[in-house]
């Protein structure tokens, strides 16, 4: 954080050293973000072609003055413009030629006037507010002066109060330019109100989009509690969204434990071109009630994948047959042999490590082996790989980031689906209940790991101990681990040194205790043994 002065004395620096500068990001770091004095700044740079920053006492003079000054300006996005943008003054980027993206950040709701201001900016339009109170006007609007221009939509947090079908997804819809739309919805009436994504299908163009159910303030009963507004992800609604918006690329669902089903999430199958995925099923009610997933069940191709609340029940034989035909294997990853007797088996791993599934999980192989019956011939001593398990592997062949919080995940599990991840380079294991040192030393076949983070507070069966089993992670760049044996006793410095590739280290642990464990002189002495990794105590 730096003050303006401090902003004004870098642009001035900036302006001398970078004259034909074209791009330039003011990130919410500059506290003050961009006034009349800094825009002044800014038009000396004649060949700027992008432009982002925050507004700071921006008045509607500067913000023309600023659209005027840079005849290059193609991309401009501008946060923070709580009074700035008038009607007068919306005219400003319709009279700058070359810009092609405006992204205006805003607190409140523009007037009409201003709208159909932007509806002469030769580019594509983008809007992000912090809330919308006037709902209904604001997408009336768009709808008549923007829709062929507004390609991302950001409406903030939406109160509703009324049936949303009609003062929500109806005009959403008719925006049939958006390619990027995210909301947060909640409802604290007395009647239970049911917003319906599928309604949503007429966005053909939609690639991006992101929902999530708040929790709602009852006066009357003076407490917080789940919106009293249902978002049903059932088989139908994903089976009528995935026919609509078949670009459908990222899709983020922050719902409720009685909104979506097991059902509905392997519906989510028939998103073709879906790359990053996360649900989260709040269980806004005690006793939590977790939602089944079965992992093959989920979209082909599938990049990121964020699971919340969520009881993954994949067999681990199903895991071990997607290991098998798994695309970009590598040959030091071992390889799995289905035999002759039907039974999985694992070669012995570089690290020492192997799986076997028992007779129990053999026959489950089977019945997936056999489940297409179009194979091949076998070779001798193994039977070649159906179609199945191709598609099986097609599903998590390809995650390069897995991020699981407060999931369900039993060891073997875990175990076997480190097999089936083969381009997996980031981690997230947070409060996911089944973890043990055991499973956690499984994680040494992910040789490709980068980050990998284990937050596990109050699991008794996971200690420091299983990262010794990890050497083989040498491409490891970012590690964030806790435990309730670092908590107390701090780290035990051998554990972590065979990580020389390391930069930041986030360790759950007090200053005391960790000059407990490595001597008086705690934070400097581990930086000594690890001179190349940045420490960070989180406690």
């Not at 139908?236 to 979506?260: E, I, M, T, W």
């Not at 799995?336 to 489950?364: H, K, R, Y």
């Not at 019945?367 to 191709?390: C, F, S, W, Y």
């Not at 699991?459 to 670092?486: F, H, I």
């Amino acid at each position: 954080m730096f003050t303006q002065a401090a902003g004004q004395r870098l642009l001035q620096g900036l302006l001398q050293a970078c004259p034909q500068l074209e791009e330039l990001h003011v990130l919410p770091e500059a506290r003050c973000g961009l006034g009349d004095d800094e825009v002044q700044l800014l038009g000396r740079l004649q060949r700027l072609k992008v432009l982002e920053f925050r507004a700071f006492h921006l008045t509607a003079g500067g913000l023309t003055r600023l659209t005027g000054q840079l005849p290059e300006l193609s991309s401009l996005s501008c946060h923070g413009l709580d009074t700035c943008l008038d009607v007068a003054t919306a005219s400003c980027f319709a009279a700058c030629p070359s810009l092609r993206e405006l992204h205006l950040g805003m607190d409140y709701e523009l007037p009409e006037g201003a709208m159909q201001q932007l509806r002469d900016v030769a580019g594509d339009v983008s809007m992000r507010f912090r809330w919308t109170d006037k709902l209904t006007g604001l997408l009336r609007t768009a709808r008549f002066y923007l829709h062929a221009r507004l390609v991302r939509l950001d409406l903030g947090c939406v109160r509703l109060a009324r049936d949303p079908s009609t003062v929500l997804m109806e005009p959403l819809a008719s925006l049939t330019a958006l390619s990027d739309l995210r909301m947060s919805v909640y409802s604290n009436g007395d009647a239970t109100l049911t917003l319906q994504l599928s309604e949503l299908r007429a966005l053909s163009n939609l690639q991006v989009l992101h929902l999530t159910k708040q929790h709602a303030y009852f006066p009357e009963q003076r407490r917080m509690a789940e919106s009293s507004i249902a978002v049903p992800l059932s088989a139908d609604v994903a089976a009528g969204l995935a026919a609509g918006c078949r670009k459908l690329s990222a899709l983020r669902l922050c719902l409720g434990g009685s909104d979506v089903t097991a059902e509905g999430l392997a519906g989510l199958s028939q998103f073709g071109s879906l790359r990053s995925l996360s649900v989260n099923a709040e269980p806004f009610r005690s006793p939590p009630q977790p939602v089944a997933l079965n992992l093959l069940h989920l979209p082909k191709g599938l990049t990121e994948l964020d699971l919340r609340n969520i009881d993954i029940t994949t067999p681990p034989a199903a895991l071990l047959a997607a290991a098998a035909a798994a695309p970009g294997r590598r040959a030091d990853a071992g390889s799995i042999i289905v035999t002759d007797s039907g039974c999985a088996a694992a070669e012995q791993q570089p690290s020492g490590l192997a799986f076997a599934a028992d007779a129990g999980s053999c026959s489950a192989a089977v019945e997936d082996v056999h489940a297409d019956q179009t194979m091949q011939q076998p070779a001798v001593g193994t039977l070649p790989l159906p179609r199945a398990q191709d598609e099986a592997a097609a599903v998590l062949g390809q995650l390069a980031c897995l991020k699981l919080e407060s999931c369900r995940l039993r060891s073997r599990q875990l175990e076997a689906l480190t097999m089936a991840l083969p381009r997996l380079q980031q981690l997230k294991l947070c409060h996911v209940s089944g973890l043990c040192d055991e499973g956690v030393v499984a994680l040494s076949r992910l040789t490709g790991l980068v980050e990998l983070s284990v937050v596990a507070p109050h699991n008794k069966a996971l200690t420091q101990r299983s990262l010794a089993a990890l050497a083989p992670l040498r491409g490891l760049r970012y590690l964030t681990w806790q435990t309730d044996d670092l908590t107390a006793l701090g780290p035990v410095v051998a554990s972590y040194q065979h990580f020389t590739s390391l930069r930041l280290l986030k360790l759950s642990c007090t200053p005391a205790a960790l000059q407990h464990a490595c001597g008086a002189k705690g934070k400097e002495g581990f930086r000594q043994l690890m001179p190349y990794c940045n420490l960070n105590l989180t406690c």
